[in-house]
C-alpha cells in the first residue's frame, strides 16, 4: 500500500483547517501596544492630576495660616502688643503671601502639564478603540462566516443522511 493513498488532497485539507480555526486578530500585537500606550497615558494622566491636587492643597495650608495670621492681628486691636510680635507676623505675612505667589506659578505650571496629559490620553484612547472597532467588526465577520460554515455543514449532514436513508 502507498503511503499517498492516505493523503488528504491539500484543498480538503485547506478547508478542514479554515473551518476549524479559531477567530485570530491580524492586528493583535497593534492593539496590544495601543492598549500598553494608552495605560501610560492615562498613568501620566492621574500623576500630573496628583500634581495639581497637591498644589491646591499647598496654596489652602498657605492662605490658612495667612487667615490665622489676620485674625490675630484683627484681635489685637486695641490690646497692647509688642512692636517685635507686629513685625515678626507683618514679616510672615509678607513670606506666606510671596509662597502663595510661587504656589499659584507651580500650580499653573503643573495645569499645563495636566491639560498635555488629558491631550495625550485622548489621542491614545480614540487611537486604541479605533483599533477596537476594527477588531470587532473583523470578529463579527468571523462570527458570521463560522455561522455560515456551521451551517453549510449542518445540511450538508443532513443531504447525506436522507441520501443514505433512501439508498437503504
Known amino acids: ?26 492586528l493583535e500585537t497593534l492593539l496590544r501596544f495601543r492598549r500598553s500606550v494608552e495605560r501610560q497615558r492615562e498613568l501620566s494622566l492621574l500623576q500630573a492630576v496628583q500634581q495639581v491636587v497637591s498644589s491646591m492643597k499647598e496654596i489652602e495650608v498657605v492662605d490658612h495660616s495667612i487667615s490665622v495670621i489676620q485674625k490675630n492681628e484683627h484681635q489685637n486691636i486695641g490690646a497692647v502688643v509688642r512692636a517685635a510680635q507686629l513685625h515678626f507676623d507683618g514679616m510672615r505675612s509678607s513670606v506666606l503671601r510671596e509662597r502663595r505667589r510661587e504656589l499659584e506659578k507651580v500650580l499653573m505650571q503643573r495645569e499645563s502639564l495636566r491639560a498635555q496629559c488629558q491631550k495625550e490620553f485622548q489621542a491614545a484612547h480614540r487611537n486604541r478603540e ?30 447525506l443522511r436522507r441520501e443514505y436513508l433512501q439508498r437503504r
Open 1 to 26: 500500500m502507498n503511503l499517498r493513498d492516505y493523503r488528504t488532497p491539500w484543498p480538503a485539507c485547506k478547508r478542514l483547517l479554515v473551518e476549524t480555526m479559531a477567530f485570530h486578530f491580524s
Open 130 to 159: 479605533a483599533v477596537e472597532v476594527l477588531r470587532g467588526e473583523q470578529l463579527n465577520r468571523y462570527e458570521r462566516e463560522k455561522t455560515r460554515r456551521d451551517q453549510k455543514q449542518m445540511d450538508d449532514l443532513f443531504l
